[in-house]
DNA sequence: GCAAACGACCAAACCGTTTTAAATTTTGCC
DNA sequence: GGCAAAATTTAAAACGGTTTGGTCGTTTGC
């Protein structure tokens, strides 16, 4: 049904329809309260690319997603979801090929020109992140999911990252730890640089020497949490503890010190950063994982809050949420060995 | 820019340049090209919105998304705008309240109603499933990721459960288990009725009679993985062999065998289903995963291109493919203790 | 040589809303 | 009761494209 014939029936202009559905003030309560009546027992709906053209608004809100294995996606998404779908606003996603760079800037720069979108996300962006410069200079309102160093100004939710592992890493060392290994997430990511940091400035409160043997960075996968730990592992003397970016990391350090006979929890330590998934929960692990947490569903859903603020209006310099993170002890941290 | 303005300034009239544009055959090869070119050169691009309201198509396809932990949804949805992303459609993601099952009928509805998509994926249908029926009701094109017993007809892209379940508990049959469990989906769901087929006949195929007391439904977590692998090895006498239905239940059950002192592959054999994750792969567990294979991503892209077709015209009941799966063996299955 | 068919292009109608500007009705006040 | 101001309502003009139904030469068929 259109809004012609609708208004027809009610004996009403178009206008007064319009208004009545949209909430302006200038149409009286008595009208009002009857076309949204008629309009739920007629099963009229406005046609949504109508009001999109004639608004210029899209009534939607674009997410990027990466190709390399993003299991906190589908979390990050289910919050914004849960938030959105009371606001009908859509979620547009796109695909991005990891493997072009230029074909990402491309994407965003597509996403932002084509009206598509009213608003963009960016996700685990790098300290001068070009994207970030794209939509600014588009135009474009975003959000990054995280933060970047750059000088354009932006709006970003992120945790605390530094704090986060700044924490973990002083705890194992009260605990006794001296060689503490680290197993970070893609280099060049502003998170990945924030974890480093915390790391570094807990060794060095402690004068614990920084030993660049004991890093790695890459992404997120029960494979490279296992080659690396096996390889650190392999040192003499070897580390007593690690620091982990992720869940899936934390699984492969697990199987890495298993593999080599070495018990967790008793010979070597873990804490890991736990996104919080419904389906592999720290506490479960076996030994019980120790862990920095913060739910990707909750900054999923404040996303789509700060989002829908930054698209009323509220400037962008305010947009800027730092998130605490929980250190969560459990079974997989403990005195080293030596010092028992 | 406008189309008007574009078209003024080629001295060209606003239709020949629309139908230059969208490949019409009644414009010469020659104003084609001109008109390609200078779209490129001057950054002319439709307004999308305009192209929607008068053509009548949303150019988006819907999916649907569950609550509760879906680390497969990310792989499926990067397969899809792998696919969709080439051919200028978007991708709509709704959320779903999976507490409250009026409400789902509810957001299919709205969002056939709405006109914001062409086309709609459901996802783990049931064998009588609402939602197939409402969508063919308000003749909306729909896609069915699984497949329904319903005589409603539809169009799918399955994988075969029920043989890969059969193939996978022949082969443990076949190395002289006899009391195998099987950690299944959630109930209800068509997939885990299949896979109960399988699991089944390949029992019965041997003589080997049914035992409820073995066979468990939920959600694909690794602690409903433990706690169900926990409760059947701690029968008497216990399962010699697990079945399971993703691989967040396979660590699940090796949680559980290890906690109860018992070694996979030795004195407990476990096959499980893997839709192929980049970030935890069947062949790094230790011991490696014996499981059955079948790429969610892959899924995902052929999903959009089934969907594409079905948008394109091609009859619903041409649309239907089922997918053979491959079981790879591994070290976690092997002969029970006592037959060694 | 002439009508019919064709190729390339165009003017105008239309898609279904929102919004501007103007018209109409109500209300408030003396 | 009359008149200006306020409160409602409306007609018509966007929004930016696609598509229908021509027009105007040029070929083609016989």
Chains 1, 2 share one sequence.
Do not use: C
Not at 302 to 317: E, N, Y
């Amino acid at each position: 049904m259109k809004l012609r014939e609708f208004a027809q029936q009610l004996g009403l202009s178009p206008t007064t329809v319009s208004r009545a559905l949209s909430g302006y003030p200038e149409v009286s309560e008595k009208t009002r309260k009857r076309v949204a009546e008629e309009a739920a027992r007629l099963g009229y709906r406005p046609n949504i690319n109508a009001v999109r053209l004639v608004t210029g608004r899209a009534g939607a809100i674009g997410v990027v997603m990466g190709r390399s294995g993003e299991f906190h996606f589908s979390e990050f998404m289910g919050g914004l979801a849960e938030r959105l779908g009371a606001e009908d606003i859509d979620i547009l996603v796109s695909p991005m090929d990891d493997k072009d760079p230029k074909g990402e800037i491309q994407l965003y720069s597509r996403l932002a020109v084509s009206g598509r979108v009213d608003a963009v996300i960016v996700h685990s962006p790098e300290p001068n992140d070009e994207r970030i410069a794209l939509l600014h200079k588009l135009g474009m309102p975003f959000l990054v999911h995280g933060r970047s160093d750059t000088d354009v100004p932006h709006a970003w939710l992120d945790i605390d990252n530094e704090g986060a592992i700044r924490r973990a890493t002083s705890h194992l060392i009260d605990l006794g730890h001296r060689r503490i290994a680290m197993i970070n997430g893609r280099q060049g990511r502003t998170f990945s640089l924030h974890r480093d940091k915390g790391y570094r400035d807990a060794l060095q409160a402690r004068g614990i020497p920084f030993d660049p043997r004991l890093v790695a960075h890459g992404n997120f996968t029960d494979e490279l949490g296992f080659r690396f730990a096996r390889s650190f592992l392999e040192q003499t003397p070897r580390p007593t503890a690690f620091v982990a970016g992720s869940m899936m990391t934390a699984l492969g350090i697990y199987r890495a010190a298993r593999s080599m006979g070495l018990e967790i929890g008793r010979e070597v330590s873990v804490i890991a950063h736990d996104d919080v998934f419904p389906y592999l929960t720290a506490d479960n692990m076996v030994p019980s994982l120790s862990a920095t947490r913060s739910s990707m569903r909750a900054a999923g859903a404040r996303s789509a809050d700060l989002v829908l603020q930054l698209l009323a209006g509220r400037p962008t310099s305010e947009v800027q949420e730092l998130w605490p993170v929980e250190l969560i002890l459990r079974e997989s941290t403990a005195p080293p060995p030596q010092s028992k």
